[in-house]
Nanobody, 117 residues
Framework: QVQLVESGGGLVQPGGSLRLSCEVS????????MGWYRQAPGKQREWVAS???????TYADSVKGRFTISRDNAKHTVYLQMNSLKPEDTAVYYC???????????WGQGTQVTVSS
């Protein structure tokens, strides 16, 4: 059974920071492309950041320079450090692990991030 469990969301003021965690079980996260996505009310889920098996990272333009994705294989955890948060960052944030071959990816349940004064 594969499980991805996000945590670390909450309410933060603009300009603040949060660190999201994605605890992974059932698969070796070091062998999977991992990513963070987010979905705001009324919007489709959008890609935020990814980290490859080799540790290479990519980011959506909207978060580039503010967010950092990382992983700790020993802790079976993927992180998303979010700095300089903006109200438009408000969304439910989801962790994703790619499936093997043509199989669909695995998703966490999401964690709410609200950026508001």
């Amino acid at each position: 059974q594969v499980q991805l469990v996000e945590s670390g969301g909450g309410l933060v003021q603009p300009g603040g920071s949060l660190r999201l965690s994605c605890e992974v079980s059932g698969i070796d996260l070091s062998l999977r492309l991992m990513g963070w996505y987010r979905q705001a009310p009324g919007k489709q889920r959008e890609w935020v950041a990814s980290i490859s098996t080799g540790g290479a990272t990519t980011y959506a333009d909207s978060v580039k320079g503010r967010f950092t994705i990382s992983r700790d294989n020993a802790k079976h955890t993927v992180y998303l450090q979010m700095n300089s948060l903006k109200p438009e960052d408000t969304a439910v944030y989801y962790c994703k692990a790619d499936g093997r071959f043509r199989n669909p990816p695995y998703w966490g349940q999401g964690t709410q991030v609200t950026v508001s004064s």
